[in-house]
C-alpha cells in the first residue's frame, strides 16, 4: 500500500517556556528533530509532555522561546500553514461529531485546499489509502463517534497520514490499540518519509522505534540521546521511582526494559506464597 508522500523538516525548540496561572510547566525546553527522525518525548505524568506538544503543533503559544520549523519561526505562521507542515494526532479529537470516518479523514486535506473547494479525484485516493494503510477501510463508512477507541486512533492516524506532513506530531498514538496495532502504527509512522515527534509512555516501544529520546521531568530535560544511552536502570529509578533491569533485546538490539517494582515499595511475594503469624 503506497503511503503519502512528504518532504521532512527540520524542527527546533530553542529555550521554550510555557506558564499558565502562576504555574510553570516547562522551563525552557531546548529539542530537535533533523529530517526524516523519530523523536520520542518520555517522561511521568505531569512532566510536561503533551505541553510541549502544543507548543510544536500551535494551541499553545510558548510564553518564552520559539519553535523552528525549517529554520521558520513557527508563531509568525498562519494556522493554515503550519498546518501544511505539521500534522496531529491527538489523545482525543473534537468537530468530529455526526461525521464518518471517511469524513474524518479527508479534513486532513483541508490546509491543501480553498474554502470552497470540494474533493478532487487525488483526495479520494488519498483518503482511501491511508484509511487501507492504517486498517480502518473496513469501517470508513461508520460515524467515528461510534467507533472504539482503537479505531478511533487508527483513524486519527489516517487524517494526518492525507494531510502530507513534513512533521507529524503524535501524542500517545499506541493509547487504546492492541499490540499488533501498536507495532504496525509506529512501524508505518518510522517508514514515513516525513520527521516524526512522538510522546510515548511505553518505554520499550520509544526504545524500538525512535531514533533519539528527550526525557522530560517536571517540565525540564534531564536527559536526552540515542535510547541506549538515555534509558538506564539509574535515570529510570531516579525519574521514574522504579527499579529495573535493562537489556538487549535479541532481534532488534534495542534496551528491553523488565520492571521489578517501585523504587521505595516492598519487594513483591511471588505467587502462592503465605506470611506466616
Known amino acids: 500500500m503506497t503511503v503519502i508522500a512528504a518532504q521532512a523538516l527540520e524542527l527546533a525548540l530553542e529555550g521554550v517556556r510555557y506558564e ?57 505562521l498562519t494556522v493554515k500553514d503550519r498546518a501544511r507542515r505539521v500534522a496531529v494526532v491527538p489523545q482525543e479529537a473534537s468537530g468530529t461529531f455526526g461525521l464518518t470516518v471517511r469524513e474524518v479523514v479527508a479534513m486532513g486535506r483541508s490546509p491543501h485546499k480553498r474554502f470552497w473547494e470540494q474533493d478532487g479525484p487525488d483526495d479520494v485516493r488519498r483518503v482511501a489509502e491511508a484509511l487501507e494503510t492504517v486498517g480502518a477501510g473496513a469501517f470508513a463508512a461508520r460515524r467515528f463517534d461510534e467507533l472504539s477507541g482503537g479505531e478511533r486512533q487508527r483513524a486519527l492516524v489516517a ?7 513534513g512533521l507529524l506530531a503524535l501524542d500517545e498514538p499506541t493509547n487504546h490499540l492492541d499490540i499488533r496495532y501498536q507495532l504496525e502504527i509506529l512501524g508505518l509512522v518510522r517508514a514515513l518519509p516525513a520527521t516524526g515527534l512522538l510522546v510515548l509512555h511505553d518505554l520499550n516501544l520509544a526504545a524500538a522505534f525512535c531514533d533519539r529520546l528527550y526525557v522530560l521531568d ?60
Not at 64 to 76: E, I, K, S, W, Y
Open 20 to 76: 499558565t496561572e502562576g504555574h510553570t510547566l516547562l522551563h525552557g525546553v531546548d529539542l530537535t528533530a533533523r529530517p526524516g527522525e523519530t523523536v520520542g518525548v518520555v517522561g511521568p505524568n505531569g512532566s510536561g509532555k503533551t505541553t510541549l506538544l502544543r507548543c510544536v503543533y500551535g494551541t499553545l503559544r510558548p510564553t518564552a522561546g520559539r519553535v523552528l520549523l525549517d529554520g521558520a519561526d513557527a508563531g509568525a
Open 159 to 165: 487524517r494526518a497520514l492525507v494531510q502530507d506532513p
Open 218 to 277: 517536571g517540565g525540564r530535560v534531564v536527559a536526552s540521546g540515542p535510547p541506549a544511552g538515555v534509558l538506564t536502570e539509574e535515570l529510570l529509578a531516579e525519574v521514574y521511582g522504579v527499579r529495573t533491569r535493562i537489556g538487549v533485546h535479541p532481534d532488534t538490539g534495542a534496551p528491553n526494559i523488565v520492571y521489578l517494582h517501585s523504587a521505595g515499595a516492598t519487594r513483591p511475594r511471588p505467587p502462592g506464597t503465605r506470611t506466616g503469624g
